[in-house]
Nanobody, 121 residues
Framework: QVQLVESGGGLVQPGGSLRLSCAVSMTFYSIYARGWYRQAQGKQRELVASITSGAGTNYADSVKGRFTISREIGKNTVYLQMNSLKPEDTAVYYC???????????????WGQGTQVTVSS
């Protein structure tokens, strides 16, 4: 079974920075996109940022100019650099892989367990 393990979350003051990492335990046959999502308490999970296999990126309007998604293919890792953090960024952050795990297994979404980010003074 593939595992996606997020790390780097924690408590940070407003205006601070964090870098989230998502390590994937195995190499996919094919990946269409890697993404970061977040879910604040009492709210629906929402897309924060994504990066396609062609390195095209997409960001939620609320994080544009503050967050940057990147990947290190050789290390099977995707990152989310978060700067100028605001209290409204407080949420559990999840990484997701949209891909094909094995040849013939079909395209699916694979999720990590999440990491808590709390922005508070």
């Amino acid at each position: 079974q593939v595992q996606l393990v997020e790390s780097g979350g924690g408590l940070v003051q407003p205006g601070g920075s964090l870098r989230l990492s998502c390590a994937v335990s195995m190499t996919f046959y094919s990946i269409y996109a890697r993404g970061w999502y977040r879910q604040a308490q009492g709210k629906q999970r929402e897309l924060v940022a994504s990066i396609t296999s062609g390195a095209g990126t997409n960001y939620a309007d609320s994080v544009k100019g503050r967050f940057t998604i990147s990947r290190e293919i050789g290390k099977n890792t995707v990152y989310l650099q978060m700067n100028s953090l605001k209290p409204e960024d407080t949420a559990v952050y999840y990484c997701k892989i949209d891909g094909v795990l094995y040849y013939g297994s079909g395209r699916d979404d694979y999720w990590g367990q999440g990491t808590q980010v709390t922005v508070s003074s």
